[in-house]
Structures are given as C-alpha cells and as structure tokens.
C-alpha cells in the first residue's frame, strides 16, 4: 500500500525543545517537502530535497533543519529557535519529471507550551 | 499583491447547485496549475491538475485555465454536503504557490 506517513500525529512538547518530526513515502518519488499551515491560512514551504543528500530551504526555514540520508525519509527537526512552533505540519512528496504532483501525508499537529 | 488570490469565504451554495472557486495568480510563466481539497484537520488531496488553456472535466469537478489572465478556477456540478472544504488553489513554477483557500459550504 503506497502512501506517505506522518508520525506522531499529534505532538505535545514544551518551550525549549527540539522536536523532530518524522516522514516516511514508499512511492519512489525523488522529491519531499515540508509544508507550515496555520488556522486560516495557505501552507508555507519550510524546506524541500529534489535528492538524497541535498536540500533547499524554503520561504520560512529559520528555526528549522532537515535530512534526507535515505530517498524514502525526510525528517524536520523544529529547533527551540523557532518563535512560533505550534501548527500543523504537512510533508509531501512528488517525481521530478512529467507534472510534479505533489501528495501530502497526514500531518502532524505541534503543539508548544 | 500576493501570488495567489482566492477568495477566503465561506462560499455557501445549496445542494445540487453549482459551486464556483476562483483563483488568480501574479507571475506570468507558472507552467502547471493544481487545485486541492482538505477537510477540517485533515491534509491537502490533488483533485484536479491543468497544464493548458480551457477546460478539463473530471466526474462532477471541471477546471478552467486562462494563461492570459492569469486565472485558473474550479465548478464543482452537482454540489454535495461531502463536498463542504477548503480548496486550495496551487499554481507551480518550479516549487507550488498555495493561496489562502476557499472554504465551501454546501447546504443540505
């Protein structure tokens, strides 16, 4: 069964934490990203890796770091320098070549007290 | 002026009405257009994709696409209370560039 997972679905932590989020996709697509959405608003791009071992950042990647040692995995460390951590976090995934579609995994919702 | 412009809503439309979603975009050379559907606290779904001018049909869901001004839309036919989200317009060039959304409410 092809897809992306998210884990945890949801997240609790407390100021002053580094939280890792993790993203996983068996779809054998070269490109992953990290999406930012807050109530009522679009979703912001924090990073983004078109291969393994490389990495863009996004509009909006201060306070967050990534890695991509595997194809499959893309985890986003959200670092105790991120001002405003709470939202829901949103990783996608889509070929390189033809359309680039992209296809989002679940999510997970960060929330920082 | 943002890249992507959609009217945030609520757009309501009664049950088996026609339900029109707009959108329009600031950069001239965006090369593919996608619109997305995502339920309250659940992540984005691709409904419907267009690469060029006019319209392209999928079930009840119909894309538009006028490169030259700059406007990509979506009618949903036949609107059913399951249909009620926020569509998310995304033009591409290069990366997506996701407005705002247009939340839907169809009323029973």
């Known amino acids: 069964d092809g897809g992306i997972t998210q884990s945890p679905k949801y997240l609790f932590r407390k100021e002053g934490q580094n939280v890792t989020l993790s993203c996983e996709q068996n779809?054998?697509?070269?490109?992953m990203y990290w999406y930012r959405q807050d109530p009522g608003q679009g979703l912001r791009l924090i990073y983004y890796?078109?291969?393994?071992?490389?990495?863009q950042k996004g509009d909006i990647a201060e306070g967050y770091s990534v890695s991509r040692e595997k194809k499959e995995s893309f985890p986003l460390t959200v670092t105790s320098a991120q001002k405003n951590p709470t939202a829901f976090y949103l990783c996608?995934?889509?070929?390189?070549?033809?359309?680039?579609?992209?296809?989002f995994g679940p999510g997970t919702r960060l929330t920082v007290t | 002026q943002k890249e992507v412009e959609q009217n945030s809503g609520p757009l309501s439309v009664p049950e088996g009405a026609i339900a029109s979603l707009n959108c329009t975009y600031s950069?001239?050379?965006?090369?593919?257009f996608f619109w997305y559907r995502q339920y309250s606290g659940k992540s984005p779904e691709l409904i419907m994709s267009i690469y060029s001018n006019g319209d392209k049909e999928d079930g009840r869901f119909t894309a538009q696409l006028n490169k030259a001004s700059q406007y990509v839309s979506l009618l949903i036919r036949d609107s059913q209370p399951s249909d009620s989200a926020t569509y998310l317009c995304a033009p591409r060039k290069g990366k997506l560039i996701f407005g705002q959304g247009t939340e839907l409410s169809v009323k029973p």
């Open positions: 996608a995934s889509s070929q390189m070549r033809g359309a680039n579609e992209q296809y």
């Open positions: 950069d001239r050379v965006s090369q593919s």
């Open positions: 890796s078109q291969i393994v071992n490389d990495f």
């Open positions: 779809l054998n697509h070269d490109a």
